[in-house]
């Protein structure tokens, strides 16, 4: 089982198929084990990166816990243990948090970037803008968010695909206990428009229409914020379209990427 072993941290991975680098970076529910779905579709065309952030699945770290503030260092010493020099990601929420970190630092070196579900990374005033109208609707659901609590999974979903929903939450279960201010631990990685005006690689943001965790109307207001950003909305996806829409996500990804190449 390949560990890397970095700033008292076990940070493991697994390398599947051949051809260009493509890094799957997982939520927090999920580990490498989330991507089931997509490895054996994406390892076809691709050589895929799957691993498990510091404090999540396999990768232990001593008893500090998930550290998102060491996530894009953990990334680039990966790429740099495997000889991965031009990559593309893909960042499930949390995930985003990496790939964006790891775009902003290394823009040449992306051929191309995948934000699912997310906008981790992005100071809040960035995405939000000024639109009172914008700001309005996300304070409104936040508070719903707070009084309901948060899902990661569609409740259909769960309903009609039982199975599905007993796995995602066993694979979840791989993980070790999140401390209670983990959600304050995220950086900010992009302080303001500018930042993220430099990433001029192809961005592709897909979210379910459904999520009230990154809602289509905010992820349309960081789309338009990148200058070669697009957005696709996934109809009766919630918060995880990769797991509940794998079809979906894998061909919207695949044709996303192989215009990235063609570019």
């Known amino acids: 089982m390949p560990f890397l072993s970095r700033d008292g941290a076990r940070i493991y991975y697994e390398v599947h198929g051949k051809g260009p680098w493509l890094v799957l970076a997982h939520g927090a529910a999920g580990n490498h084990l989330s991507w089931w779905q997509q490895v054996p579709v994406f390892s076809k065309s691709y050589r895929c990166l799957v691993f498990d952030h510091r404090g999540f699945g396999l990768s232990a770290n001593g008893d500090e816990g998930p550290s998102p503030g060491q996530f894009v260092e953990d990334l680039e010493a990966l790429l740099e243990e495997v000889g991965a020099e031009e990559v593309r990601l893909v960042g499930q929420s949390m995930g985003g948090l990496t790939c964006l970190g790891y775009a902003l630092r290394h823009p040449n ?22 639109e009172p109208i914008v700001r309005a609707k996300a304070q409104e659901l936040w508070q719903k968010r707070r009084e309901n609590g948060r899902r990661a999974l569609d ?3 769960a309903y009609c695909r039982p199975e599905l929903a007993f796995l995602y939450r066993q694979i979840a279960g791989l993980n070790p206990p999140r401390p209670p201010d983990f959600p304050r631990r995220y950086p900010i990685l992009a302080q303001d428009v500018t930042d993220l005006q430099r990433l001029t690689m192809p961005v592709l943001f897909i979210v379910g229409e459904r999520d009230d965790l990154y809602p289509p109307f905010l992820v349309a207001v960081g789309q338009r914020l990148l200058p070669n950003a697009r957005l696709v909305v996934v109809p009766g996806a919630d918060h995880s379209v990769y797991y509940e829409k794998p079809a979906v996500f894998n061909e919207a990804v695949l044709t996303f990427l192989k215009e990235a190449e063609e570019r």
């Open 109 to 130: 070196r992306v051929r191309a970037l995948v934000m699912a579900s997310t906008l981790a990374g992005m100071r809040k005033p960035v995405w939000l803008a000024t």
């Open 155 to 157: 409740p259909e979903f």
